[in-house]
Each structure stands twice: as C-alpha cells, then as structure tokens.
C-alpha cells in the first residue's frame, strides 16, 4: 500500500523559502506522477505542483512558477517542493499525492485532485506578513 509522509511545513515570514518533503513507500513509482497541492482555510484543495516520477516533465499552477520547484530524490523515492520568495497568500496545509496514471499526455489533468489516488495527511505552512 502506497504511503506518503509529508514534513519540512512552519511558520515562515514573508520572503523566505521553505523545502517541504514527501517520503513516499510501498511500491515503485516509475509510472507514477506526484503532485502537491495545498488547502487554506475555507477554500477548496487546489493543485501547486506536480511531476511525472519517469519523465522530466514538470506542471505548476501559474500563482507559484519561477518560486516553486517540484523535485525528486530517486534512491529516497522522496519528492520535494522547494518554494522561494513565500508570500501570505501561500499559506495552507500542503499536500503530496500520488497518480498511478502517468501516461496522460494532457498535463491538465493532474491539476485536479481526482487524478490522485493516494494522499499524506499534510503538513502545515503559515506565511506571516
């Protein structure tokens, strides 16, 4: 059974960078896409990052291109979200998933959170101003 364990969320202020990690288990993720996504308060889960484990191909929603990057350590199968520059409005629970459908050709769709089929329990990012 696929596990991911997100870490690395705290307060930050406004500005600064923080790396979250998801360490995921239970099988191999060759073709798998993993996403990040984030929830604010009173707001719907929306998609931030996401990237297809086999492949360098790479999808960001437009608020986060060129301060966010989506990476991954193979040996670790751990993904990372490095976010620069943070501003308040970043702020959320982030969440990885994993897809075990990676071969869609459309990036769009895996910008919706039904695309995923297995989730960590998130982790927390607060952008103080």
């Known amino acids: 059974q696929v596990q991911l364990v997100e870490s690395g969320g705290t307060l930050v202020q406004a500005g600064g960078s923080l790396r979250l990690s998801c360490a995921a288990s239970?099988?191999?993720?060759?073709?798998?896409?993993m996403g990040w996504f984030r929830q604010a308060p009173g707001k719907e889960r929306e998609f931030v990052a996401a990237m297809k484990w086999s492949a360098s191909t790479f999808y960001y929603t437009g608020s986060v291109k060129g301060r966010f990057t989506i990476s991954k350590d193979s040996a670790k199968t751990t993904v990372y979200l490095q976010m620069n520059n943070l501003k308040p409005e970043d702020t959320g629970v982030y969440y990885c998933?994993?897809?075990?459908?990676?071969?869609?050709?459309?990036?769009?769709?895996?910008?919706?959170?039904?695309?995923?089929?297995?989730w960590g329990r998130g982790t927390q990012v607060t952008v103080s101003s």
């Open positions: 239970g099988r191999t993720f060759e073709n798998y896409v």
């Open positions: 998933a994993a897809s075990p459908r990676g071969g869609y050709v459309s990036g769009s769709y895996y910008y919706s959170p039904t695309s995923y089929d297995y």
